[in-house]
């Protein structure tokens, strides 16, 4: 059974001017508190014994968690003794925590399927799990990066050098950790640190570390402005929105022709240039309900023109073009099949008719399965009739644009349910801002 331990040592010095002298995961918010949240969250799951790592006040937090019973949980404060900061204060407690435990942050404002994190942390065996997402300000955040596979090849703290292109993987804070796994790092300093310090080291030791991909929310509350932008989200329904505990719609996304102008087959990162206002429109879309979801055919890998590893790269440069704009997309799925055989160079075991391959559906069915997404109320903008066909096949609403090929390829007959100019106008058109004609 899996513990959850959360971490409420922090003295909360920012949000003095809310709090007074309470502890910070005893901040108001949204009717209740950061922590009063973060029990309610977990006994939603089916986790139900919590450890609470306390230092700051750590009698008022006693006091206000008793027993748990309020949450149907079977909650136990452990008061650390010297400050260690947060995974020393992990460290220190081991010996008292289950063999496999979640741990999150006491200040933070989330939403998460807890279940299905804990779920993907036992099929993929790993000895840590971090659950990774994009932000919108990647540039001082730390990142993860994974394997193809989404097992962690390496931490990234920020600054990060300048002139690389990294993937907008963010470390969200949100950990399923083994004890034992744990146990074997050493020459850690005095306050180590989950991913500069923990994290690099079971890494260095060859430990499998496995990079959980989610959309779901999780922020920081730990500062007045912060906890105020959380709580408004609360309200909005997006925190819960986000969660992979409900179903939620889905912008989908062509790569090429509508993100980055089209010039034919992509083999190097040197090579993708988005269109103007591209990095708005998709953060108009990061604002709001939908999920942002990228589909794309990229036979460059079954051809030989590139490997999954260079793909990664050029996906690397779109995500950081898009986050210039403070811009992201949840997800990225491609097809790396082609179904003709008989090149010089490629792959031919990737050469087959494939499931994938749009207009065929196993994308968007994966996308869909994984997200959560609710696809009778989701779109696809495209700007082939390949796209449009397979927004007809899987029941998505489509958005034909005018760039790229525009709709002149001539491959299927599907109509699309509306036409725009470029993204940013199908975006608005979904949106409904600002009304653009169709047809
Ligand atoms: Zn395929």
Redo the contacts with the bound molecule.
């Keep these: 059974m899996t513990q959850v331990v959360i971490l409420a040592g922090g003295m909360g010095t920012r949000l003095r001017e809310i709090t007074g002298d309470l502890p910070k995961p005893l901040a108001p918010v949204a009717g209740t508190t950061l922590l009063g949240r973060q029990l309610d969250l977990v006994a939603a799951s089916s986790l139900k014994d919590v450890v609470i790592l306390s230092g700051y006040r750590a009698d008022l937090i006693a006091d206000y968690c008793g027993d748990g019973s309020r949450w149907g949980l079977t909650v136990r404060c452990i008061a650390e003794g010297e400050p260690r900061g947060t995974a020393g204060a992990v460290l220190d407690a081991l010996p008292q925590l289950q063999d496999s435990f979640i741990v999150m942050y006491g200040d933070v404002v989330l939403d998460v399927d807890l279940d299905r994190l804990v779920e993907a942390h036992r099929r993929h065996g790993a000895a840590a799990t971090l659950l990774v997402h994009p932000n919108d300000h990647p540039f001082d955040s730390d990142i993860v990066e994974l394997d193809a596979d989404n097992y962690v090849t390496r931490m990234r703290g920020y600054p990060h050098p300048e002139g690389i292109d990294l993937p907008n993987l963010v470390n969200a804070g949100l950990y399923v950790l083994e004890r034992a796994a744990l146990a074997q790092v050493a020459d850690l300093p005095a306050k180590p640190d989950f991913g500069k310090h923990v994290f690099a080291a079971m890494v260095a030791q060859g430990q499998r570390l496995y990079g959980y991909r989610s959309p779901e929310y999780i922020k920081d509350a730990g500062t007045p402005e912060r906890l105020a932008k959380t709580g408004r989200d609360i309200a909005s329904g997006k925190v819960a929105g986000l969660s992979l505990r409900t179903r939620a719609p889905a912008i989908f996304l062509d790569r090429d022709g509508v993100l980055n102008q089209e010039v034919g087959l992509i083999s190097r990162p040197q090579d993708l240039a988005l269109y103007p206002g591209v990095g708005a429109a998709v953060a108009r879309i990061n604002r709001s309900a939908y999920r942002s979801v990228v589909i794309t055919n990229q036979p460059v890998i079954a051809r030989g023109d590139t490997t999954v590893e260079g793909l990664a790269q050029i996906h690397a440069r779109l995500d950081t073009l898009l986050a210039r704009d403070h811009a992201y997309v949840d997800a990225l799925y491609y ?3 082609h179904p003709d055989k008989g090149f010089p160079g490629e792959v031919s075991e990737l050469k087959f008719v ?1 499931e ?2 749009k207009p065929a559906t ?1 994308l968007i069915d994966r996308a869909a399965e994984e997200l959560q997404i609710d696809l009778g109320r989701s779109w696809l903008i495209g700007d082939t009739t390949i796209d449009v066909e397979l927004a007809r096949r899987t029941g998505v609403r489509s958005i034909l644009v005018g760039t790229g090929h525009a709709g002149k390829d001539g491959r299927f007959a599907a109509e699309p349910d509306l036409r725009a100019p470029d993204l940013a106008a199908a975006v608005s058109l979904i949106l409904g801002d600002e009304v653009a004609p169709a047809g």
């Design positions: 097809c790396p099949h494939c994938c391959r196993g």
